[in-house]
């Protein structure tokens, strides 16, 4: 049975117990400022093949080792940039993920048999805590099955993972609500592989022109960077993107419509949900929604499309990938 405890701040006494729990090579889902993570010792490969076990995820996809700051973070890679020094500076702790080449310490399944490592400092107190509490990285993807919907509540966690993590810590709700940038500074040039909380442009301010992976700028464009499949926070729901004030066309099952900024007028029958015209404030709010309509039984989600605008590329990134087909 998965305990779910729930713990105020990076005191609480249940932290030294799942502290305890991660050194004997158990899982323990712990909040972080973006997503829930489902973590694990870092350093230990057999307790990371159990989180891979967990989440269903393939051998292919590399997992992110979270740690307490640059110290930390030095010893995993082989080599420490100026610019992963300057990125740290300004944006760790934070929803900030680096990509470095890997030192031998980082066991091959955290990196996917690959040669680099992604490795991230969370801002949250109580992930903080945790780690240091546990005294090593700890590997820690979402806490969900893989290709489902990233968990922003420790319930989200309970009902995907269920009994395959010995503890939850329950922070109460995340507030990115979206995962990390990612920034791959192993290259010849700065690239980001996933985008999120913090923008192109904030990073090309400190690294000058950082690369993007086009998906995240187009509707519809494939991506190849490793371990990111095209389909991914998929809700349960059919997930359809329209055209800003489209409405709702006709189709089978129980839809909702959720419209950004305004609402066009909707068959009665269909729940209309109004989102800000506020990038921040949609991403927060997004998984938790997807969840909640799966929970209420839609079957179907119409979205509308997002600005394409760069403050905008994390939310469009999400939705085209949690709308990409099954086969995809
Ligand atoms: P999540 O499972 O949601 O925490 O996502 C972790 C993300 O980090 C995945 O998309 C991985 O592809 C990415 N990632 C982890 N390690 C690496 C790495 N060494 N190189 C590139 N991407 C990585
Ligand atoms: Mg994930």
Not at 5 to 21: M, R, T, W, Y
Not at 217 to 223: D, F, I, K, S
Not at 237 to 242: D, G, S
Request: net charge negative.
């Amino acid at each position: 049975m998965t305990r779910i405890l729930s713990v105020d701040g990076p005191e609480a006494p249940v932290i030294k117990e799942a502290a305890a729990i991660l050194a004997a090579g158990g899982l323990v889902a712990f909040p972080t400022e973006t997503v829930y993570g489902l973590g694990a010792d870092g350093l230990n490969p057999e307790a990371v093949a159990l989180i891979y076990a967990a989440k269903g995820r393939p051998s292919t996809n590399p997992v992110i080792l979270h740690v307490d700051g640059v110290d930390s973070a030095k010893a995993l890679a082989s080599h420490w940039p100026i610019e992963a020094q300057q990125i740290a500076d300004r944006y760790w702790p934070g929803p900030l993920t680096l990509v470095l080449p890997a030192s031998e310490r980082v066991p091959p399944i955290v990196r996917a048999g690959g040669p680099t490592v992604a490795l991230r400092c969370p801002a949250h107190p109580v992930a903080l805590a945790l780690i240091r509490a546990a005294g090593r990285p700890l590997a820690a993807p979402s806490a969900n099955r893989s290709q489902h919907l990233s968990p922003t509540l420790a319930e989200h966690v309970a009902s995907s993972l269920g009994g395959a993590v010995d503890l939850i810590l329950d922070g109460g709700p995340t507030e990115a609500g979206l995962e990390s940038t990612i920034l791959d500074l192993s290259g010849p040039r700065p690239r980001i592989l996933r985008p999120g909380p913090i923008l192109p442009a904030e990073l090309a301010a400190i690294v000058g022109p950082v690369a993007l992976w086009a998906g995240a700028v187009r509707m519809g464009a494939t991506q190849a960077a490793p371990g990111m499949a095209e389909r991914h926070y998929a809700p349960r729901a059919r997930l359809e993107l329209v055209t800003p004030g489209t409405g709702l066309s006709p189709g089978p099952g129980r839809a909702a419509y959720v419209g950004l900024g305004a609402l066009p007028s909707l068959p009665v029958s269909t729940r209309g949900i109004l989102l800000p015209m506020d990038a921040e404030a949609v991403g927060s709010r997004l998984f938790a929604l997807l969840h909640e309509l799966d929970d209420e039984g839609y079957d179907r989600v119409v979205m509308e499309w997002p600005p394409e605008e760069e403050a905008w590329m994390a939310v469009r990134d999400r939705l085209r990938r949690a709308s990409a087909k099954e086969s995809e």
